[in-house]
């Protein structure tokens, strides 16, 4: 392999039109303060047709001295790296026209390569903000933009067809989406985003989802959605036919929240007393209350170990059941939190149906207003503990979604926001042929 086709190969020099200097082809200057590398190199070959006015060459198009250009390439070593291309000129005798010779490393009239370019747009499907990417690339925000644009099509809602299942949930959008909430709709059986809705308010929702055809509408035969009242009779007027299912996950976390409510409000009552026993076990509160929120079933009843605040040795269980007999009203709520948990793992839908509607007493307001709820949503609930569909899915992608606002430095701009989301989910394709 020749020294010129090494170098050719390193910097994914493809073009052989592309003809490398011989001697000194590469040299190391100093630009804008930053050390960096630059290859040189000419661009000549025999046009086989005037690009100005397309008449074929017959030794009719002549060489008419060199164009200097200097394009950006992918750095080398760390460094940023030049190409300082000498690109031939040529004059075309039939139309008296000049033109410049064309490559496939650098597009006309651009300063970085393709190269760069394809790198920026697949670093777009990375979590990293649009200024790292600018800056890692050496190139403006407006150029990653643009490179953007130019590489992705922006998504574009067909309103020809909806997944059978869905799962819809809603996150906290940009400061200039309409609405401070916007709504994201996945297909749950391909693991996908569907949509991302602006603003989830009703009026929104409705004329979204009508612009789908009514049969579309019809099939869809479940939709996972939070326990947030109005969305359950909204989208069951949109989907009629569909089940609908409270996630699991909200479940559980309406009677986890209740139960750390009261855990909290006993625990003032503790500090609050001048009593040096209840000063201990607020202490004792203070320091276990995870445990309290562990699944009953895990807790260890068999591995004992020494407890400070017991002078003790305690296990996890025999810890539990202290903290609880401190307080009736905090033992109630925490089997009630802990009954919830357990029939909702282990799928119980008649027991949980049953559960809700049994008196109860000592619990707090929340509690109750936790357990109404259920009362109201009782046939998405049952339909939660016998589908397999939840939101998990939502959830994660909504996670990520947190996450690429906050490397984004806050989008302004919902929908540059969104395609950002697309990108990332890797939902929409590079266009090859740019
Ligand atoms: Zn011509």
């Known amino acids: 392999m020749s020294h010129t ?9 493809k073009d052989e039109h592309i003809i ?77 026209k000049t033109f410049i010779a064309e490559t496939s490393v650098v597009k006309k009239r651009c ?59 809603e996150f906290k959008s940009v400061k200039n989406a309409a609405g401070a909430m916007s709504l994201i709709i996945c297909d749950s059986d391909q693991k996908k985003i569907f949509d991302i809705l602006e603003d989830r308010r009703n009026k929104s929702i409705i004329d979204y989802f009508m612009r789908f055809p009514k049969e579309q509408r019809a099939k869809v035969k479940t939709v996972v959605v939070d326990l947030y009242g109005p969305y359950q009779s909204l989208f069951q007027a949109i989907f009629p036919n569909a089940d609908l299912i409270i996630d699991r996950f ?23 007393s001048s009593d040096l026993k209840d000063k201990r076990d607020y202490t004792k509160l203070k320091r276990y209350w995870k445990l309290l929120l562990k699944r009953e079933e895990d807790l260890s009843a068999t591995e004992y170990s020494y407890q400070t605040l017991f002078k003790d040795s305690k296990t996890e ?34 027991l949980f149906t049953a559960y809700i509607h049994e008196k109860k007493n000592h619990l707090t307001a929340k ?48 929908y540059n926001f969104r395609n950002r989301i697309f990108i990332e989910y890797k939902l929409l394709d590079i266009k090859t042929a740019a």
Request: glycine share 4%; charged share 25%; proline share 2%.
């Open 250 to 272: 909200h479940i559980v976390t309406q009677v986890n929240r209740a139960f750390n409510i009261a855990r909290i409000s006993f625990m003032n009552t503790l500090k609050k």
């Open 367 to 414: 509690m109750e207003q936790a357990l109404k709820t259920f009362r109201k949503s009782e046939t998405a609930i049952v339909n939660a503990l016998t589908y397999q569909y939840s939101n998990g899915l939502v959830e994660g992608i909504n996670n990520k979604i947190k996450v690429i606002k906050r490397t984004a430095y806050g989008y302004r701009n919902f």
């Open 5 to 13: 086709h090494s170098i050719r190969t390193l910097l994914g020099i």
């Open 20 to 96: 490398i200097q011989k001697e000194n082809c590469l040299k190391e200057e100093v630009a804008n303060g930053l050390h960096c590398h630059v290859l040189s190199a000419t661009l000549t070959y025999t046009p086989k047709a005037c690009v100005r006015c397309g008449c074929v060459n017959q030794k009719s198009i002549v060489k008419n001295g060199l164009k200097t250009t200097r394009p950006l390439l992918l750095d080398t070593a760390g460094y940023p790296t030049y190409l300082n291309l000498k690109k031939q000129r040529f004059l075309c005798r039939e139309c008296g």
């Open 111 to 169: 300063h970085i390569s393709e190269d760069v370019k394809r790198s920026i747009a697949v670093n777009g499907t990375r979590n990293m903000s649009e200024k790292d990417i600018a800056q890692i690339h050496r190139v403006s925000n407006h150029t990653v933009k643009r490179v953007f644009e130019s590489f992705y099509d922006t998504f574009r809602q067909t309103y020809q067809f909806l997944p059978d299942n869905l799962a819809i949930d």
């Open 317 to 350: 269980r025999g810890i539990v059941q202290y903290l609880l007999s401190l307080d009736e009203g905090l033992k109630q709520n925490y089997d009630v939190y802990q009954t919830i948990l357990f029939m909702t793992n282990y799928r119980k839908p008649e």
